[in-house]
Structure formats: C-alpha cells, structure tokens
C-alpha cells in the first residue's frame, strides 16, 4: 500500500476477528514504530506486546472507553520515559503503527494513556518501571469491517497565510 493511500484510507477499528496475528507481522509493526520521529534522536519508547488474552481482558476492563481491546488478539501499549518530549514521541510512534497496521492489512485504534485514570494500573499490570508514562493501547488484528467515520473535509481546516 502506498503512503498517501494507507493515509488518506485508515480507520479506527474496534472489531476483531478471533484469528491470531503472527508474529513476524507484530515484529514488522514494532519495527515501524521504532523508526518514528524523535526530538534529539532520544527515542524514549518501549513497546510491550500483549498476546496472553488473559491479560488483554484485563487491560480492557481497566479502560474507560477501550472495553473492546478484549476482542482483539493482540494489544500494543506504547510507555515513553519521562523526557522533555515523551508525548510528542510517543505520539509518533503510535501512529506510525497505526499506519503500519493498516498498510499491513489489519485493523487497529489509538486508546488514550497519558492523561487517563487507569495510567497506573496499566502500568503496574504491565510491570513497567517508575519514570515511564502511558502514551497508548493499540489492540491489533483481522478485522470484519473497514471502519468509517466523518472526516472534515480540506476545505474546512486549511487556512492560508492566517487563521
């Protein structure tokens, strides 16, 4: 898939099919996610995946608004070290496998972390060590369904010169 295309054409997903990912596929997704950008090249990421659905069940019910990572056959939480610029970076390495993701042909969805309630009970279920910050679960796989929803259109956000 091409870039612009794998762009303009990604979605939210929050239905999965109960068909496992494999590996070389999640490996392929991390891959992406390590190459994102980063402020001074610090690169403060760590990627946990998150295969064992015991444990996924459980990260969904600590979710406010991601009761469905309970469907999908794998999770991906993204934790930052607490850098200048964690969330900036953090945030590009989310969509980088966000966009990795569907280029692959599968589905996923961004399901906050930094600013959430639950960020330390992740965290502890995890076993991720104090000094890292939560930046995103990313439940991955097969999906029935494309995804859809509104999108403004250019016309409504681009502004020349100023606002």
């Given at each position: 898939?091409?870039?612009?295309?794998?762009?303009?054409?990604?979605?939210?997903?929050?239905?999965?099919?109960?068909?496992?990912?494999?590996?070389?596929?999640?490996?392929?997704?991390?891959?992406?996610?390590?190459?994102?950008?980063?402020?001074?090249?610090?690169?403060?990421?760590?990627?946990?995946?998150?295969?064992?659905?015991?444990?996924?069940?459980?990260?969904?019910?600590?979710?406010?608004?991601?009761?469905?990572?309970?469907?999908?056959?794998?999770?991906?939480?993204?934790?930052?070290?607490?850098?200048?610029?964690?969330?900036?970076?953090?945030?590009?390495?989310?969509?980088?496998?966000?966009?990795?993701?569907?280029?692959?042909?599968?589905?996923?969805c961004w399901v906050a972390g930094d600013k959430k309630s639950y960020v330390e009970e992740i965290r502890n279920v995890l076993k991720v060590p104090d000094g890292f910050r939560l930046i995103s679960l990313i439940p991955i796989g097969y999906s029935p369904e494309k995804g859809s929803c509104?999108?403004?259109?250019?016309?409504?956000?681009?502004?020349?010169?100023?606002?």
């Amino acid at each position: 898939m091409e870039t612009i295309e794998a762009i303009k054409s990604r979605r939210s997903i929050r239905k999965f099919l109960n068909k496992p990912v494999p590996k070389k596929l999640i490996e392929e997704i991390v891959d992406c996610a390590r190459l994102a950008p980063t402020a001074v090249n610090v690169q403060p990421w760590e990627f946990i995946v998150v295969t064992e659905k015991r444990t996924i069940k459980e990260i969904a019910n600590i979710t406010d608004h991601g009761k469905f990572i309970a469907h999908a056959p794998v999770c991906i939480a993204v934790f930052c070290k607490e850098t200048k610029y964690y969330l900036e970076d953090g945030a590009a390495a989310t969509e980088n496998i966000l966009l990795a993701t569907h280029a692959l042909g599968l589905g996923a969805c961004w399901v906050a972390g930094d600013k959430k309630s639950y960020v330390e009970e992740i965290r502890n279920v995890l076993k991720v060590p104090d000094g890292f910050r939560l930046i995103s679960l990313i439940p991955i796989g097969y999906s029935p369904e494309k995804g859809s929803c509104h999108k403004r259109t250019l016309e409504e956000v681009i502004h020349w010169e100023k606002y």
